[in-house]
């Protein structure tokens, strides 16, 4: 029977691009590491940022790294080492990530190497997109909700992330992009609706549904946690970063592909 799941099952989190920049380290302490990097399967452009925390409770400007040794190696195959462009951007062009390979960042910074290895997850691809007008459901007004609709797996755990582009512009704020898992719907016809935006007639909507490594989700999970219920009392903890030696951020591994509606 098709499950119909009317409420995100994972969390709207803040999911940076390579381009934009992010305070982490929300505790009022020494700075660390944060690295950012998202590896797509097939070829890609890779791009790692690398910046120094800042105290939750000061505004400063963003200390970005600009002499660090990143490599990026398919185990047991070829390391690549890759080049600084500005404002703590590093970039491989036309990168080939393979299905069921594992991964490892190195980031080399004063001599210290932090470290995260990830396995290239399999893709789940989405059946259909679908646009319905608002019929109250989801609060007044006009305009359409985008559901999304593909077949889980039972015998896999599987974590999500949904990328929107909105007539040729990738959504990536806070409130418009999420992750999820298959807790509550592990098995046959899943669909979820994209109602973290509504969209408009001529909407021309392109969804890149990608499987996500457990790691960098629960890190991704636990950062939105952290930042995402209002002004804390205390200093708040850092997220489940999955690099060595204390490095924060994330290096997630991502495999799928894109679908397109055209509200009408």
Do not use: H
């Not at 418009?176 to 973290?196: A, H, K, M, Q, R």
């Amino acid at each position: 029977m098709m499950k119909s799941v009317l409420m995100i099952l994972g969390v709207l989190l803040v999911l940076v691009s390579c381009e934009k920049v992010i305070e982490i380290d929300l505790n009022n302490a020494n700075p660390q590491i944060v690295v950012e990097s998202e590896l797509f399967k097939g070829e890609n452009k890779f791009k790692v940022k690398l910046s120094y925390t800042s105290s939750f409770f000061k505004e400063e400007e963003q200390a970005f790294i600009s002499d660090a040794t990143v490599t990026l190696t398919e185990v047991g195959g070829e390391s690549t080492n890759i080049n600084y462009l500005d404002s703590g951007l590093y970039v491989l062009d036309n990168y080939i990530a393979r299905d069921n390979k594992d991964y490892t960042l190195d980031v080399v910074v004063d001599g210290v190497t932090y470290s995260s290895t990830a396995t290239m997850p399999a893709a789940v691809m989405l059946d259909s997109l679908v646009s319905r007008p608002l019929d109250g459901t989801f609060g007044p007004g006009d305009g359409f909700i985008v559901f999304m609709y593909w077949q889980d797996d039972p015998d896999v755990n599987n974590y999500y992330r949904a990328i929107v582009t909105l007539n040729g512009e990738e959504l990536r704020s806070r409130e418009d992009v999420y992750i999820l898992d298959d807790n509550f719907t592990n098995g046959g016809s899943i669909e979820i609706p994209l109602f973290t935006q509504i969209f408009e007639q001529g909407d021309t909507v392109d969804v890149n549904f990608v499987s996500i490594d457990p790691k960098a989700y629960d890190y991704l999970l636990t950062l939105n946690t952290i930042i995402g219920n209002g002004q804390p009392s205390a200093a708040p903890a850092n997220p489940n970063s999955n690099f060595s030696n204390n490095a924060l951020g994330y290096f997630a591994l991502y495999n799928g592909g894109v679908e397109r509606v055209i509200i009408e």
